[in-house]
């Protein structure tokens, strides 16, 4: 049997990637085990009349998206355990302009990293006030806004004493299936991001930049919550990277 990989392994194999130029991650990124499993090896399907991809995605309104479903603090009966925060930012095109009415969805790990996920089953508590996934409506000026729990890192065993920095998960519609975006939002200064594979396979470091919400003090909620703004661009060349390519 091989030895199991260290973490001294993938950051040789993230240090052989590092810089490398490209409109997307590699699909196939060794230092990101499980993409030999995931990613698509048969060639892209040609759609013939794009218009027609509209006619079938999602439809949803105002009056299925209530005011309280970006609170991810209240969903309970009682408050869940961790650092409140609430993240804000705006929802842009490549011209800069606000895309309005557009749904927002997040998912993410609880305070102590585990996800609600019968799946999830490493050695951390559940915490029975939080279940992790929040919802709302970009405004007019293509404003988003949540309140939920800072999510802690978690183990993910792509290797050895592999740990994924904090991160929410975001998913956009935007307002054509070209403009579709699922992506996740970091957190600054963590100490995680040159350890991890998946972050990493971003090799464009702007790129990666862009993943990064910043701390702005002035939209933290005295005595409540810390604030966070995080803006996402959904197409062009300044687009916030897609989970799994552009």
């Not at 995931?38 to 209530?66: C, M, N, W, Y």
């Not at 302009?97 to 969805?105: N, T």
Request: glycine share 8%; charged share 25%; proline share 9%.
């Amino acid at each position: 049997m091989s030895e199991p990989l260290k973490q001294a392994d993938i950051d040789q194999e993230i240090a052989a990637h590092a810089g490398r130029q490209g409109d997307h991650p590699s699909r196939d990124y060794a230092p990101y085990r499980s993409t030999l499993l995931r990613h698509p090896q048969q060639p892209l399907v040609a759609i013939k009349d794009p218009e027609a991809i509209e006619l079938s995605g999602p439809v949803f309104g105002v009056s299925d998206v209530t005011p309280f479903d970006n609170d991810l603090t209240k969903q309970h009966l009682s408050e869940p355990l961790g650092e409140r925060i609430t993240v804000r930012g705006r929802v842009l095109d490549r011209q800069g302009r606000p895309v309005r009415g557009q749904l927002v969805e997040i998912w993410q790990a609880n305070a102590s990293g585990r996800y609600l996920h019968q799946r999830d089953d490493h050695p951390a508590p559940l915490d029975p006030n939080f279940s992790g996934v929040g919802r709302c409506l970009t405004d007019d000026d293509g404003n988003y806004l949540f309140t939920t729990i800072k999510p802690g890192p978690y183990p993910w065993r792509n290797h050895l004493n592999a740990w994924r920095p904090a991160h929410i998960h975001f998913s956009l519609f935007g307002t054509s299936f070209t403009q579709r975006l699922v992506t996740q939002m970091y957190f600054p200064g963590d100490p995680l991001f040159p350890y991890d594979p998946i972050m990493q396979s971003v090799t464009d470091e702007r790129a990666r930049e862009r993943l990064v919400a910043t701390y702005v003090h002035d939209l933290s909620e005295p005595e409540y919550s810390l604030g966070y703004r995080w803006d996402i661009v959904l197409d062009g060349p300044a687009a916030t990277w897609m989970e799994e390519g552009r």
